[in-house]
T-cell receptor, first 114, second 112 residues
């Protein structure tokens, strides 16, 4: 089956720094990528939807200037958490889709902000 | 706006029991509904996908049903095993969108 990778799998950073998370579709072209955030013992909350070559669409309550999303190619989307704070510590998961019924999730990235 | 909830939030059962996990959604114009498994600190594993035209799907010991009129889906796990211990998430997709809206999850523990 299709594979989606995320890098890094975990990251620890100091408060105030920026962290970039990559999501790659390894064997298919992902026209759309979705970014989710999951706090401990909670469900996945959709943060934003990105389409290749266009600006991301953010869900209500998600700061677009804080969570920068770039979908520069059909196989790569990046999420940059700018000026990270401890409350941004979470599990970030991407989903890549090439059609309505194809939904492939990345393994997730654990972010810890000290 | 689609909202998805799951009950119970947590469940602890002895090995061998048959289980039913419940998922409710508010938008009956659902395109499909999917059940996932998530192990602690890990990503998602897709279990079953039910299209709006279907009523149920089966895979091994798992059976998922979909009732659009009542806004409910159930995941039935037969003869539970300790390896089934995980969090189970349902997610719905409505027509005219490719967003997946996740439920609150059920944390299942099966003890020997």
């Amino acid at each position: 089956g299709a594979v989606v990778s995320q890098h890094p799998s975990w990251v620890i950073c100091k408060s105030g720094t920026s962290v970039k998370i990559e999501c790659r579709s390894l064997d298919f072209q992902a026209t759309t990528m979705f970014w989710y955030r999951q706090f401990p013992k909670q469900s996945l909350m959709l943060m934003a939807t990105s389409n290749e070559g266009s600006k991301a669409t953010y869900e209500q309550g998600v700061e677009k200037d804080k969570f920068l999303i770039n979908h520069a190619s059909l196989t790569l989307s990046t999420l940059t958490v700018t000026s990270a704070h401890p409350e941004d510590s979470s599990f970030y998961i991407c989903r890549a889709g090439s059609s309505y019924n194809e939904q492939f999730f990345g393994p997730g990235t654990r972010l810890t902000v000290l | 706006k689609q909202e998805v909830t799951q009950i119970p939030a947590a469940l602890s059962v002895p090995e061998g029991e048959n289980l039913v996990l419940n998922c409710s959604f508010t938008d009956s114009a659902i395109y499909n509904l999917q059940w996932f498994r998530q192990d602690p600190g890990k990503g998602l594993t897709s279990l079953l996908l039910i299209q709006s035209s279907q009523r149920e799907q089966t895979s091994g010991r798992l059976n998922a049903s979909l009732d659009k009129s009542s806004g409910r889906s159930t995941l039935y796990i037969a003869a539970s095993q300790p390896g089934d211990s995980a969090t189970y998430l349902c997610a719905g997709r409505s027509y005219n969108t490719d967003k997946l809206i996740f439920g609150t999850g059920t944390r299942l523990q099966v003890f020997p």
